[in-house]
């Protein structure tokens, strides 16, 4: 099964299923965007990015979508694991800086 | 190991005075970062460098100051004009300007 959270704070998940977080962008100019896993008291580990020439990238058990049109992206993750809880980030680039969304805290329960 | 060290983990100040984050990187990267999260939000952009003795101001820049007169250092001075300083401080580091930042561990920060 999926858990989606259309961009909301939090997603609850169970151990297994499939997560899709979600994130809207401001700038329709902006051609880079990252997505970031923070754990409790640490700096954001980057997990994947993607540029405005791409609609989708995969990495191991992660992908990214992108919908310029609606300037949204979304971050899906297989399979997942407790150690996948942590509050993730999508960011993107503006005049060679990276703007940050407010998060989304991901639990999984087992 | 490469990666970016930022000392110390937690630091206590008095209200009035200045305090200054270390920020050292061993990536060779030209261009570096310094980043405010506070509880439950995002991060906001304080100041960045993109090459040594050259810095710009971010989107929160009131009551920080920085210097970079080496590539591998960013230090961040929060000053007392800083009105509400007490939070978790990022640096960050890139190869470029459009390529991903690799993050510190952070500093927190706590004024009283």
């Known amino acids: 099964g999926e858990s989606v959270g259309l961009h909301l704070p939090t997603l609850s998940v169970q151990e297994g299923d499939n997560s899709i977080i979600n994130c809207a962008y401001s700038n329709s100019a902006s051609d880079y965007f990252i997505w970031y896993k923070q754990e409790s008291g640490k700096g954001p580990q980057f997990i994947i990015d993607i540029r405005s020439n791409m609609d989708k990238r995969q990495g191991q058990r992660v992908t990214v979508l992108l919908n310029k049109t609606v300037k949204h992206l979304s971050l899906q993750i297989a399979a997942t694991q407790p150690g996948d809880s942590a509050v993730y980030f999508c960011a993107e680039e503006n005049d060679y800086k990276l703007s940050f969304g407010a998060g989304t805290t991901v639990t999984v329960r087992a | 190991d490469g990666g970016i060290t930022q000392s110390p983990k937690y630091l206590f100040r008095k209200e009035g005075q200045n305090v200054t984050l270390s920020c050292e990187q061993n990536l060779n990267h030209d261009a570096m970062y310094w980043y405010r999260q506070d509880p439950g939000q995002g991060l906001r952009l304080i100041y960045y460098?993109?090459?040594?003795?050259?810095?710009q101001k971010g989107d929160i820049a009131e009551g920080y100051s920085v210097s970079r007169e080496k590539k591998e250092s960013f230090p961040l001075t929060v000053t007392s004009a800083q009105k509400n300083p007490t939070a978790f401080y990022l640096c960050?580091?890139?190869?470029?300007?459009?390529?991903?930042?690799?993050f510190g561990n952070g500093t927190r920060l706590t004024v009283t």
């Open positions: 460098s993109q090459i040594v003795n050259d810095f």
């Open positions: 960050a580091s890139s190869i470029q300007a459009d390529s991903p930042l690799h």
